[in-house]
């Protein structure tokens, strides 16, 4: 293939988003693995440049994680201590699982939500309104509500996008974009002193923060000490979604059409999809999805916002990674979700010994590895170069031209 | 091979043709055998050692950058520079050179995208002489050609050739082989059947080596007696994508046991009638029955329920979800409803179970039900597309340019399914602009120009009657 290269088989041109999103899938697990290894490479390289041993510094972040919890040959010592790492990994991973769902579903559509973090943050903010109120509601059936809600809410915002983007055609990176800014200003004004959903106990009337989740809205703990935020069952929650993600997208009549229509708008059309309903509906489901992560949070271990929570809140951004490096699939997004779960968890302050790596500078690695698994997965061109020719073929989902191919 | 002559490379779909080519310009390896090139075997590993070895290709679909000049696409990955920069005056200039030399006329400072297909491939082949090939591979070069533009890259060839270029021309059409190779190697299932020279040979006998058979050129039909309107068009008026009025009140109507062909020029209105019919298109105003039903602005589900199939001019585009393996292709029809899927469901052990026979009766090679249609070549993607329309059992079958692309032996089996619809007393309204085929397959020929059904002439109407009709001329009285 010659330099201009990227003559695509004939294919009828779909969306970056899309395009992105057939790539990913075409090349096996190894194109995600190489990907993770070489952003942990870099990342090793700069452990190193800050006068570090990158060995000793990812055994630390390893075992912050609470994934050696694993190993057999562990004392109960070091096993109490996995154990209260590991719940809070996978305290985690549940919203990264759902953020990730999010994209990903989008993704298989051909659609790019950036808006993740929006759906997310107007989730939290309908949580914690029904869970800070309705006291007198019974356990089970209010936090199913304060769910649902955080559902319904969560809906809604991706709802707006795919709606602009079915009537009007307004691309959906901007709309969703805009719509996350709307969503951290709504939440700041609502928790802000004075606001509509500012907190009416008089301790905190100076401070922006919301009313508590009354207890019986609250996720039960299932591991661990609830006083010491144990690992409550929004974890099996975030599992089920899986579930009914993988079964929605390759088992139902909505998930042929959402992948028809992002493999290929125009055969779509002609198999009677109508494409701008199914960017609707697409978007509706991701926002749930979006939503419901935020219910976890809040329902599970926060149980109050304070403006700054939205403000500094990155689970949907994380989200995009997540979907990116779990090449959009249910199994891909879990393993992803584990380990962005596992690599925050393993590099906070709290985790990581002074001695082995500065601790002020634990978080920017995280983010430097974030970083750079977003930067090889979204660059394919990159990964094609350290790759194998055959690797390149296969991830081209085809053989070559053939006949009138 | 020899030095200076057009050699072409025969065969239908899928017998290995593109893949050789694809060893030779090391796009693939070979498993096993040499390539020996001026009496040397060599190794080719990739493209680039192809261009070191004067190997050049071009595709069937150009690798242009469209944004950029003849000139800058002619010399990339290898421009001529002025410190650090492409000088653009010494790339306008050796284009200009080598258009002059091989006779190949482009403007060097006209933007790709601006400049017809015909040219855009002239510039490929600029972009593999520059690089000093002396043999140059050609993918089904006159696939996107228009059969004047054909004529002039042929003359091109003529020139190339004289000049000591070796030319390999990948074709399944065999009228050009005739006409511009000096000698054909035909290909059938991967393997070299024969190399003969063209003096002397005929479209029969190539065919008959390429397919392994004899082949019937003309179609055999019994006279069928058309029986009820099954469709029927009235002063249909549609835009175009650019808003433009594509069709002016057009008119017409296919009987139940009969194949009405629209001839027609490129662009006159073919693609909005088919779009109208087969309901992605909404018409501006008339009325479209199908079976007595008004589908009209009923969408592609209305047009479907009422019984329209749609072999889409595009497979890749319209036809096939070409990541999609041939289960799921053959199931965007009718996944919506039971048996396939039920409650929202869907069942891809039924939708296998549906395919698998489809499949065979259909004759689909190269792929079973798991596999993606993107690997299927040209003619099984077609017969994919064909069995799932006509397992639909519909009234009427709209085809638009069923046989474009393909070989001998697959043209053959789609006239003869569009054939079988004809005999089961359904209509069948074909659109082509192979007028051999329209006359070939047709009891009744419409011209369509201008967006309006201007003439109705018999199948056995001559290449003039036609072409008078076809470009706005009054037709003479009803043949």
Known sequence: MSATGGGDGGQAPGTVASRLSGYLRGGGVLVPVITALLSFLVGGVVVLAAGSNPISTYRAVFEGSGLNWVFPWLSAEDRTLAALNLQQTLLLTAPFILAGLAVAFAFRAGLFNIGGQGQYLVGTIAAVWIGSSLGDLPALLHVVLAMLAACAAGALWGGIAGLLKATTGANEVISTIMLNWIAIWLGVWLFSVGGPLHSSDPAQESVPVSDDVEPGARLPVFWGDPELQGLHVGLFVAIGVLLVFWILL??????????????????????????????????????????????????????????????????????????????????????????????????????????????QLAVNLTLIIQGLIVLFVSAPVLITLLSPGRLVRRARGRPAPEGTA | MRRGEVHALLGENGAGKSTLMNVLYGLHQPDEGEIRLRDEPVAIGSPREAIGLRIGMVHQHFMLIGVMTVAENVVLASEPRKGALLDRGAAERRVSELSERFGLAVDPRARVEDIGVGQQQRVEILRVLHRGADVLILDEPTAVLTAQEAQELFAVLRNLTAEGVSVIFITHKLREVLEIADRVTVLRRGRKVDTVSTQGATEASLAKLMVGREVLFRVEKEAEEAGRPLLEVEGLEALDDRGLPALRGLSLQVRAGEIVGLAGVDGNGQSELVECVTGLRVPAAGTIRVGGREIGGAGVRGALAAGIGHIAEDRHRRGLVLPFNLAENLALRGYRRGPLSRFGLLSPRRMRKRAFPLLQDYDVRGGDCDTPAASLSGGNQQKVVIARELAEDPLVTVAAQPTRGLDVGAIEFVHRQLLEQREAGRAVLLVSLELEEIRSLSDRVLVIYEGRVVAEVGPDASDEELGVAMTGGRAPAEA
């Open chain 1, 250 to 359: 390759n088992r139902s009549v909505t998930g042929y059409e959402v992948r028809a229509v992002g493999f290929n708008p125009d055969a779509a059309e002609y198999g009677g999809i109508n494409a701008g309903r199914t960017y609707v509906k697409v978007m509706l489901i991701c926002g749930l999805f979006a939503g419901l992560a935020g219910a976890l949070d809040v329902l599970g271990w926060q149980f109050r916002i304070a403006t700054t929570d939205v403000q500094i809140s990155q689970v949907g951004f994380y989200g995009i990674a997540v979907a990116l490096l779990g090449r959009n699939t249910a199994v891909g997004t879990a393993v992803a979700a584990l380990l962005f779960g596992g690599l925050i968890n393993g590099t906070s302050v709290r985790n990581l010994d002074p001695t082995i790596f500065d601790p």
